[in-house]
């Protein structure tokens, strides 16, 4: 049987380093996510590059929020989930796509399920 080395018995001088370790950071508590309005959503498409959102990036997504004119929102049109952007106009409410093509709201087949609160950006591999 081959024995292990486990940290468990050392011998010598303790690291000062180890006085200034850290526990796992943990972001919930920050992010709200506690809360049961708050949802993880992970971008799957390119386009909002323009709005600061990256392919990969997770959307800290509020269903309880208002949802402001200008803001990105999760919008369901026709069945398909997505990332649109909320834009309205007097008592005209519409989701627009990163190409330009608005989707009015009024439509019955068309709706806001949650507003982006918050952008993380996990790792920065191949970012130019």
Same mark, same amino acid.
């Given at each position: 049987?081959?024995?292990?080395y ?8 303790a ?8 526990g ?17 959503w ?9 709005r =600061? *959102? ?11 929020? #208002? /949802?402001?004119?200008?803001? %990105?929102?999760? $919008? ?7 990332l ?15 190409? =330009? *093509? ?9 709706s806001?399920? #949650? /507003?982006?609160?918050?952008? %993380?950006?996990? $790792? ?5």
């Open positions: 049987m081959e024995a292990r486990d940290g468990g018995r050392t011998t010598g001088f690291s000062p380093a180890g006085d200034s370790i850290e796992v950071i943990d972001l919930s508590p920050a992010l709200g996510l506690g809360r049961p309005s708050r949802y993880l992970r971008v799957h498409h390119e386009g909002w590059e323009f =600061g *959102v990256w392919k990969g990036d997770i959307l800290v997504v509020d269903t309880a929020m #208002g /949802v402001p004119s200008g803001c %990105l929102v999760i $919008g369901t049109v026709h069945g398909d989930t997505a649109y952007a909320f834009q309205r106009r007097g008592a005209l409410a519409h989701l627009l796509t990163p190409e =330009g *093509v608005c989707f009015p709201v009024e439509d019955t087949d068309i806001v399920w #949650g /507003v982006v609160d918050a952008v %993380l950006r996990v $790792g920065m591999a191949g970012a130019v």
